[in-house]
């Protein structure tokens, strides 16, 4: 049997205080190249704060974390820069233009500007952004906001994606082509860490999930096992309805 590569996002025992709360309990969790795995859990599980130390935003309390081999305690700016991070509420700044603040993400990440060029036409145009590309930052609506993070995130190409709430503020159209992406980019060898409170699209877009609550890993696995484990001819939401509700 041919030996398995070691996991592109490699968690163990992980765990994260803020004086007596902890917020993070000793997580362990692997996660192969390719994969899309969503991280499941009610407001103030530990999701966010899970995604900040995997991002080297916030500092573990204990543990050990591995992005494609790079340990994030000795090696955070090797991590940095293979990885992209689309938060929640993301920070933007509002007096640069769409294109020059898509061009200016690409120059931190020190992508060639002919290349930057390029994926910069490639995801203006995908995200329907192109008329806006000299309108300010700050007169963009949310939902454009939320295009341009997207845009100016896959210009330098990262192996490794975190994702807090992707679909936040978008519209339907916009949900489906960023669902497209993130399965092509799975496929193409990205791995791929988010979270949501949509199950459905869970359900749909997901390799595996891990659902965590009181900041513990409850279940890890397919939709497809943890349903047929957890309900009777339920659905995802059952599953999740089930193990989070004490």
Known sequence: MPEQPPPTIDIQRLSKRFGEFKAVDDLSLQIPQGEVFC?????????????????????????????????????????????????????????LTSEEYAQFTADLFQTPRP?????????????GLNEYRAALVKDLSHGLRQRLVYASTFIHAP???????????????????????????????????????????????????????????????????LMERHTANGNLEDVFMKLTSA
């Open 39 to 95: 991280f499941l859990g009610p407001n103030g599980a530990g999701k966010t704060t899970t995604i900040k130390m995997l991002c080297g935003l916030l500092k573990p309390s204990a543990g050990t974390i591995r992005i494609a081999g790079f340990d994030i305690q000795t090696q955070a700016a090797n991590i940095k820069q293979i990885t992209g991070y689309i938060p929640d509420q993301p920070y933007l700044y509002e007096r």
């Open 159 to 225: 192996q490794v994606l975190f994702v807090d709430e992707p679909f936040i503020g978008l519209d339907p159209y916009s949900i489906r082509t960023i669902r497209t992406l993130l399965r092509e980019k799975a496929a193409g060898g990205m791995t791929i860490f988010l979270t949501t409170h949509i199950l459905a699209l869970a359900e749909d877009l997901a390799d595996r999930v891990g659902i965590i609550h009181n900041g513990r890993l409850t279940v890890c696995g397919t939709p497809a096992e």
């Open 115 to 127: 290349l930057a060029r390029e994926r910069l036409d490639q995801y203006f145009e995908l995200f």
